[in-house]
C-alpha cells in the first residue's frame, strides 16, 4: 500500500508514467534530481504525516528506500 501511494505521489509531481516506477528504480533513474527529492519528500510528509530529515532523505537512493521509510515511521 505503502509502494502504491508513494508511486502514486512520483507519477504525479513529476509526470512519470506509472509503469516505469518500481520498487528497485533509483531516484536518478528516474530523473528526480536532489531538489526534485526535496519536493518528493514534502509530498509524501503531507501524504503520511510525517517527517522526513535531511540526513534521512540524502541517503535515499532508491523508491525502495523511501517507501522503508515511511513503512518504519
Known amino acids: ?8 505521489i512520483i507519477c504525479t509531481t513529476f509526470e512519470i508514467p ?3 516506477i518500481t ?6 533513474e528516474a530523473d ?3 531538489i526534485d ?6 509530498n509524501v ?3 503520511f504525516g510525517i517527517e522526513i530529515p535531511d540526513e534521512a532523505l540524502e541517503k535515499m537512493k532508491s523508491v525502495a528506500d523511501l517507501v522503508r521509510f515511511v513503512e518504519n515511521c
Open 32 to 34: 528526480i534530481d536532489s
Open 1 to 8: 500500500m505503502v509502494f502504491e501511494k508513494i508511486r502514486e
Open 45 to 47: 510528509e503531507k501524504e
Open 23 to 28: 520498487m528497485d528504480i533509483t531516484l536518478e
Open 18 to 20: 506509472e509503469e516505469e
Open 37 to 42: 527529492a526535496v519536493e518528493l519528500a514534502m
